[in-house]
């Protein structure tokens, strides 16, 4: 989202609109093009997400995983892709743990890359399908405040939406615990809060993010309990919000925790909107690159 | 099959039989429709029948399996389904651990479900795919006598044929040792035999059971040896039973254990097939439920 | 590549050659075929090569996995490819790790069985692409010397392509360090060297191999350091080589091991049209055997 133009966001918006309006869509324009996903972490919505948009656009899918793939034996990321790129694939849809791997890839290689999420960097297509949910919801993008909620220093989510947002006139507060926001956010223009309550009322658009404990090398908050008490977003929170707030979630949800039931459940969410329009998004990426080969 | 009503059956066979007998018919009526198998357990066949039924109607799958699946982050069973949804696939596969998982499902998606095994409860394609082996090789299924043998207790398949079998009107007798028939087996109307060799020769059809010995938290019956003594089909247990007895075996089989190789390789097998079945009763109701949605 | 015929392996080059210069050309010939990918040993670059040929045909693909499969059930190798084919597949590609567990399933199936790599035995697939590496970069393989430098003792690569190259034509010398090298392999009509640099220079083609480190029972060799320095192929030892000599290699690479990055990446390596040309010497087999059925 760092390097996408505010034309370019507009151009994959409509057409993944004009994809969700005329769903599958018969054609033959891509039933030879070759979609390789090469995941070097776990993933279910991102990989089926992306799977189901390749083969509604009726190219074919390639699942490479960490767990099968040659890098167990030692080869290096360039040379695995190298390999792939040997093949004649069309697009090549990368999840690395490495924030940059995706970067790294598109210099070496001629292939249309997209990146699926690479370490705490970014995962543009989910900060693509959010602004396409907001778009939807609220009728427009600029002059929000969206309002994100958690672990941002670990959250590419978060980066992401926060380049997509501000390219698109939105305004960004983040709040979370002072250990879970990096200390130079200020460069990027977005307001801070350390409490929930303190800033819910002026949100547009509340983007709770998932607490990834798996992720965290150590407890980077005093406890859950704690961590729920403040950032949780619960009915009793959602008073002090607007009216026609809507609430968003990347998944996968730990109901109880970032998120009450009654909320993720609730008439504000719109989460699995982001979800259905995640398909279409990329859909509508995929079949630009699929077309014109590299963007740049 | 507990749902299914006997007409139920007979179309899904009478489509079953006509795909065998016009295999590989050309079709572009299912080539933009997407079906997701979702499997918390590991299974060759199943999932390779399924995806290969799939794929001969001309329609896509996509495989989601435990390990790769959000639910190892903690997402819901519930919250995975009904983020798949909202991708809008035209049918879920599910094989699950949990008995009354897919019945789970089926109340809050609209989706159609599939139920491909769900922990001791049923396995209805199994029975599909078995009834349709037995009006195969016997013309006709009503009347017969059906001897299933082995652990009935953990059984989704012997379960699934018992409801399938007694709606197309046939008999049946589950034989197994005393701590693997469930004490409330009579109330499904079943005869109960705790010794092979007394009533092999009752039946038409002899569907052995696989010893799943992974499956089980203790030991529930003396020793394999006297297990193959007293329930596995042999060459010699055989000469008593009827000169046009079928056998069946849902695999994978334990060869030497619940049955002797000369068994399972011999003229009265039809083990096989089941396997070539299993794929056209799938095809028949892949291709019913994308056409018609939600069968309740 | 022992049981190929020299008219069976030039058809088959031939035919690749026409798909390598009529890429993706639109057909509906396989759109109802369907190619099991039956893994036994994981594989990136293999499986995803025959997957690629396999849609890029037209075909749909199966894959099962080692992990997935019901041989951890106890079920034999013979029962689960008699299941697969019960399905009706019209090709099954095996990966095994016994020597000679494509040919035993050659002999009990009907269906069509590709060896893509069997223990220590053969992979000839490799082999066929490596013969089009060299033709076209050399106009001919009659008459060249290819040098085969490694673990010749453990490589399924080295034996399909003395097989496969003898055939045609090339004179083979093999290079490795006495233990690496099978004692018996003057049978096979070999050159044999214990150093590089004694034999570099009379080579036309330069196929290094990969030394398998996570293969190997105990170190067969003194030391990684001294199998660099008498094995490793640096921009050194290439200065004896012939100014028109090519560089091959199976992958996945252990730069820095027995290739050098600079020779990897150099002017004489012809490692990614290896690659390339894997894909249109799978498509010519599969197209060779979904239109014939079995060749034998």
């Known amino acids: 989202m760092h390097d996408l133009s505010r034309p370019d966001i507009l151009s994959i918006l409509a057409l993944a609109k004009k994809f969700k309006n005329t769903p599958k869509a018969p054609t033959q324009a891509f039933s030879h093009k070759t979609v390789v996903n090469l995941f070097f972490e776990p993933s279910t919505r ?3 997400s992306f799977e189901i948009a390749t083969k509604r656009l009726g190219a074919s899918s390639i ?36 924030s940059g791997a995706p970067y790294v890839l598109s210099q070496v290689l001629k292939t249309p890359i997209i990146n699926a999420g690479d370490g705490f960097h970014e995962h543009p297509t989910q900060a693509l399908l959010d602004m396409m949910t907001i778009e939807e919801a609220k009728g427009k993008i600029s002059g929000l405040t969206v309002l994100i909620v958690g672990d941002i220093a670990h959250s590419r989510v978060a980066r992401s939406n926060i380049y997509g947002l501000q390219k698109m006139g939105a305004k960004i507060i983040v709040c979370g615990p002072p250990t879970l926001i990096p200390p130079d956010i200020q460069k990027l223009h977005v307001g801070v809060s350390h409490s929930l309550k303190e800033v819910v009322s002026k949100a547009d658009v509340i983007m709770m993010l998932r607490i990834q404990e798996e992720r965290q090398d150590r407890i980077q908050f005093p406890s859950k309990r704690e961590y729920i008490k403040y950032f949780g977003l619960t009915l009793d929170t959602l008073k002090q919000a607007k009216k026609d707030v809507i609430i968003m979630h990347p998944g996968p949800l730990n109901r109880g925790v970032e998120i009450a039931s009654e909320v993720a459940d609730g008439p504000y969410s719109v989460i699995l909107n982001q979800v259905t329009n995640g398909v279409v998004v990329r859909m509508a990426l995929l079949s630009m690159l699929m077309k014109a080969g590299k963007i740049e």
Chains 1, 2, 3 share one sequence.
């Open 46 to 48: 991102t990989r089926s």
């Open 63 to 98: 699942n490479i995983t960490s767990s099968s793939s040659s890098t167990i034996k030692g080869e290096t990321l360039i040379d695995t892709a190298k390999n792939l790129e040997a093949m004649n694939p069309d697009v090549i849809i990368i999840r690395h743990f490495s």
